[in-house]
């Protein structure tokens, strides 16, 4: 038997997601037939590369994705991007929140700075999304936030980081009780160690220190994230809210 996922006549709205794991998972809800927003904060290379994807899936689908600059921390960039939206495609139906940063540093060398600028991005980046995404979702859509095993493990050096994505586990608790009247459902992924540009910048005896720890043997890929998001949002889950699916390859920290 085989199960076709269509999101034909969708509109998805994925940030952070010039790389890396939001890349990917505008690879595949376009895949799937939806129409994607690539969220990027217009920092270093994120324009260049998410224009760069919108093209190439454009290519396969003409008019079916577009690069959108916005700061997630920012209440007005992010108001301002859900009201362009809400003109460009009458609404959306999935928010995906990937945008995230990482500052790590042991308690005693973080500087107030490293703490606020992750919180700001990684958590209230997810706040003012869901605010002002839900003005604009149309009913029976799906938000999914990027947690981590950091939220549960407290992993070393990560104080701000794992704050954040306990926030963001908890925000979507919330949010499935808020937006349930509205067949609005909301989840979270708690991704372990996945083989990113940013896990890249991990020392590598420190990351095959890590591998020992996984039961499965292996740092996990971009696109099992990305697969378990396209689940959440897709009819298989319709009866999947609150809840934080952790995607760590049996690693327990």
Same mark, same amino acid.
């Given at each position: 038997?085989?199960?076709?996922?269509? &999101?034909?006549?969708?509109?998805?709205?994925?940030?952070?997601?010039?790389?890396?794991?939001?890349?990917? +998972?505008?690879? !595949?809800?376009?895949?799937?037939?939806?129409?994607?927003?690539?969220?990027?904060?217009?920092?270093?290379?994120? !324009?260049?590369?998410?224009?760069?994807?919108?093209?190439?899936? =454009?290519?396969?689908?003409?008019?079916?994705?577009?690069?959108?600059?916005?700061?997630?921390?920012?209440?007005?960039?992010?108001?301002?991007?859900?009201?362009?939206?809400?003109?460009?495609?009458?609404?959306?139906? &999935?928010?995906?929140?990937?945008?995230?940063?990482?500052?790590?540093?042991?308690?005693?060398? +973080?500087?107030?700075?490293?703490?606020?600028?992750?919180?700001?991005? =990684?958590?209230?980046?997810? &706040?003012?999304?869901?605010? &002002?995404?839900?003005?604009?979702?149309?009913?029976?859509?799906?938000?999914?936030?990027?947690?981590?095993?950091?939220?549960?493990?407290?992993?070393?050096?990560?104080?701000?980081?794992?704050?954040?994505?306990?926030?963001?586990?908890?925000? +979507? !608790?919330?949010?499935?009780?808020?937006?349930?009247?509205?067949?609005?459902?909301? =989840?979270?992924?708690?991704?372990?160690?996945?083989?990113?540009? +940013?896990?890249?910048?991990?020392?590598?005896?420190?990351?095959?220190?890590?591998?020992?720890?996984?039961?499965?043997?292996?740092?996990?890929?971009?696109?099992?994230?990305?697969?378990?998001?396209?689940?959440?949002?897709?009819?298989?889950?319709?009866?999947?809210?609150?809840?934080?699916?952790?995607? =760590?390859?049996?690693? !327990?920290?």
């Amino acid at each position: 038997m085989s199960i076709n996922l269509d &999101f034909s006549g969708k509109v998805a709205l994925i940030t952070g997601a010039s790389q890396g794991i939001g890349a990917e +998972m505008a690879r !595949r809800f376009h895949a799937a037939g939806a129409t994607v927003v690539l969220n990027h904060p217009d920092v270093g290379t994120a !324009r260049a590369d998410a224009e760069q994807l919108a093209a190439t899936l =454009n290519a396969l689908r003409p008019d079916s994705a577009s690069a959108w600059a916005a700061d997630v921390s920012k209440a007005g960039a992010v108001q301002g991007m859900m009201q362009d939206l809400r003109a460009k495609h009458a609404g959306i139906d &999935f928010l995906i929140n990937n945008a995230g940063i990482l500052r790590d540093h042991t308690l005693a060398k +973080m500087t107030i700075e490293d703490w606020q600028a992750v919180v700001d991005v =990684n958590l209230t980046g997810v &706040f003012l999304c869901c605010k &002002f995404g839900l003005e604009i979702m149309r009913d029976g859509g799906a938000i999914v936030g990027l947690g981590s095993i950091s939220a549960f493990h407290g992993s070393f050096g990560q104080a701000n980081y794992a704050a954040a994505k306990a926030g963001v586990q908890a925000i +979507m !608790r919330v949010v499935s009780r808020e937006a349930a009247k509205r067949g609005i459902r909301a =989840n979270a992924i708690a991704p372990g160690v996945i083989a990113t540009a +940013m896990t890249a910048t991990i020392p590598e005896n420190i990351r095959m220190e890590m591998v020992k720890n996984i039961p499965l043997g292996r740092l996990g890929s971009p696109s099992e994230v990305a697969d378990v998001a396209l689940f959440l949002c897709s009819p298989l889950a319709s009866y999947v809210s609150g809840q934080t699916i952790e995607v =760590n390859g049996g690693w !327990r920290g």
